[in-house]
């Protein structure tokens, strides 16, 4: 099968958490490659912004919409795919990216603190990737499903443990599972599934947990840069944010099942798996 033309004209793209960071330039990416993309964020002040930049010359002219959407929120979730139907058709592509990270010792870990964590990375994935799929399973008139590609944003923390970031870690190898299921259960239908692993790229993110980290540790920021974060890296070099979106949309334009199921790490190195 032909892998030349990465082409994604005629696709509709849902991106969560697109109104910032990793998500906003998986959202460009998507577009520049001829994708509907939806910027679905709880901030829609951020998601109209890419939304509208996407679609003038910041992004030169694709097509986007901005939607409201807390993934927590399973009737929001719900409302939200009906109306990306109506204006946009039913998904193709789905990239389950919105995320948080909350740092603190497991000894010091509210469960509020725990419990949103889990909430926002696994629900959330959980609510996104079952809506979508409502609209892939559908059969067209030759009893064919639509079928599509769902791409859940893990991390590096998917296969590696950090201090501090338990709750973290736990969502990012729980991704695994519910990918690697669908993977399974999506295949009869046309669907694929796949988990990006990103090592640290320097979102909003990030910038919160160098100076948290430099206090819980007890060490300076840039200690907590070049020996915490990107100690393990084969260069000291941080993952950019288009090194995850032209990841992403490698997968998403992959024709077959030859590719499901499948983990890819993108960080220089730090983990290998
Ligand atoms: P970011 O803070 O720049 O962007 C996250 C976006 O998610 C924000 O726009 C925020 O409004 C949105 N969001 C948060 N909670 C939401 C909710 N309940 N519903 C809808 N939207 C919500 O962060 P980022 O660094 O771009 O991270 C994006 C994803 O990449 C996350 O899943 C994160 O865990 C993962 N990741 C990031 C890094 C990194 O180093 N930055 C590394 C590996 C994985």
Redesign the pocket.
């Known amino acids: 099968m032909s892998t030349a033309n990465p082409s994604l004209s005629g696709k509709v793209a849902i991106v969560?958490?697109?109104?910032?960071?990793?998500?906003e330039q998986i959202a460009r990416t998507l577009a520049e490659a001829g994708a509907r993309v939806v910027i679905?964020?709880?901030?829609l002040t951020?998601a109209q912004r890419v939304a509208d930049d996407i679609g003038g010359r910041g992004g030169k002219g694709g097509q986007a919409m901005a939607v409201a959407?807390?993934?927590?929120d399973e009737r929001a979730v719900d409302d939200g795919f009906g109306n990306i139907e109506a204006a946009f058709g039913p998904v193709d592509i789905v990239i389950n990216?919105?995320?948080?990270?909350i740092v603190s010792p497991i000894d010091q870990f509210s469960l509020g603190d725990w419990k949103k964590i889990l909430a926002?990375?696994l629900d959330?994935a959980f609510l996104v990737t079952r809506a979508a799929l409502r609209q892939m399973y559908r059969k067209d008139a030759d009893g064919q499903a639509r079928g599509g590609t769902v791409i859940f944003?893990?991390?590096?923390h998917s296969h590696e443990a950090s201090p501090l970031k338990s709750a973290?870690v736990t969502a990012?190898h729980g991704l695994l599972g519910l990918s690697r299921t669908l993977a399974k259960e999506g295949a009869a239908h046309g669907v694929r599934s796949h988990v990006v692993?990103?090592?640290?790229?320097r979102?909003?993110?990030?910038e919160k947990q160098i100076p948290e980290q430099a206090r819980s540790l007890g060490i300076s920021e840039e200690e907590v840069v070049k020996n915490v974060m990107l100690r393990g890296t084969v260069d000291g070099e941080f993952t950019t944010t288009e090194d995850v979106a032209e990841t992403v949309r490698f997968l998403a334009a992959f024709p077959s099942a030859a590719l499901t199921g499948q983990v890819i790490t993108v960080s220089h190195g730090w983990n290998m798996h």
Not at 16 to 23: E, M, N, Q, V, W
Not at 40 to 43: I, K, S, V
Not at 97 to 101: K, L, M, P, S, Y
Request: charged share 10%; hydrophobic share 40%.
């Open positions: 969560t958490g697109a109104a910032s960071g990793i998500g679905a964020d709880m901030n951020g959407m807390d993934v927590t990216n919105a995320g948080v990270q926002i990375h959330g944003m893990g991390s590096v973290y990012k692993c990103p090592g640290f790229v979102t909003a993110l990030v």
